[in-house]
């Protein structure tokens, strides 16, 4: 079954820009995933689907700070101009084709 | 606009039932797959449960098999999940949630508010 890592925590200066790291496990590095955000105290909110091939379809509302792209098989979510309100849980979220939905460990953003 | 709105959850003891609910407003409902989704305190998301957009198919997680069901109502525009034989481990906040696509297997592409569910004697 595919599993996804992702650092347990990352931490950047306002204004400045971020990447955060979706790893899929060995012989997965095909597989697109979605990445999810959740601000403390709120519901998760979807922010993209990011192909293997860097291309990738934002959700509505997401501003233009947020892009990812792809490397074999790692994902990333880059966030520039950061901005108070982006620190946040961030998650990545694949599908196998069993069905079952995976999710990574998640990656909590401190914005300085 | 898009929203999927919940309702249930609470507190019960273990070995209780509890059924969760969620309306759908904003979007061709019986063109999504529609799944279940927990987080318990201090842990990551787990998938729970899906169930495909004519409500044909159905699959869950190993933790909840053989005890938790999803259904929806089309018509209605509704999701459930009932839950049965519950354990202490099912304590989580709850999040029904819609599929990009018609397809069981793809991204989660919007959240409802959540709900908190407390297993504990």
């Known amino acids: 079954q595919v599993v996804l890592t992702q650092s347990p925590s990352a931490s950047a200066s306002l204004g400045a820009s971020v990447n955060l790291t979706c790893t899929l496990s060995?012989?997965?590095?095909?597989?697109?995933i979605a990445w999810h955000q959740r601000q403390p105290e709120k519901a998760p909110r979807y922010l993209m689907k990011l192909n293997s091939d860097g291309s990738h379809t934002k959700g509505g509302g997401i501003p233009d700070r947020f892009s990812g792209s792809s490397s074999g098989g790692e994902r990333y979510l880059i966030i520039s101009s950061l901005q108070s309100e982006d620190e946040a849980d961030y998650y990545c979220q694949t599908w196998g084709p069993d069905i079952q939905k995976v999710f990574g460990g998640g990656t909590k953003l401190t914005v300085l | 606009e898009m929203q999927l709105l919940q309702s249930g959850g609470g507190l019960v003891q273990p070995g209780g039932s509890l059924r969760l609910s969620c309306a759908a407003f904003g979007f061709s409902f019986s063109s999504s797959a529609m799944s279940w989704v927990r987080q318990a305190p201090g842990k990551g998301p787990e998938w729970v449960s899906i169930i495909s957009g004519t409500g044909a198919r159905t699959y869950y997680a190993d933790s909840v098999k053989g005890r938790f069901i999803i259904s929806r109502d089309n018509l209605k525009g509704t999701l459930d999940l009932q839950m049965n034989s519950l354990r202490a481990d099912d304590t989580a906040e709850y999040f029904c949630a819609k599929g990009l696509t018609i397809s069981v297997a793809g991204a989660i592409d919007h959240w409802g508010q959540g709900t908190l569910v407390t297993v504990s004697s």
């Open positions: 060995s012989g997965h590095s095909n597989y697109a």
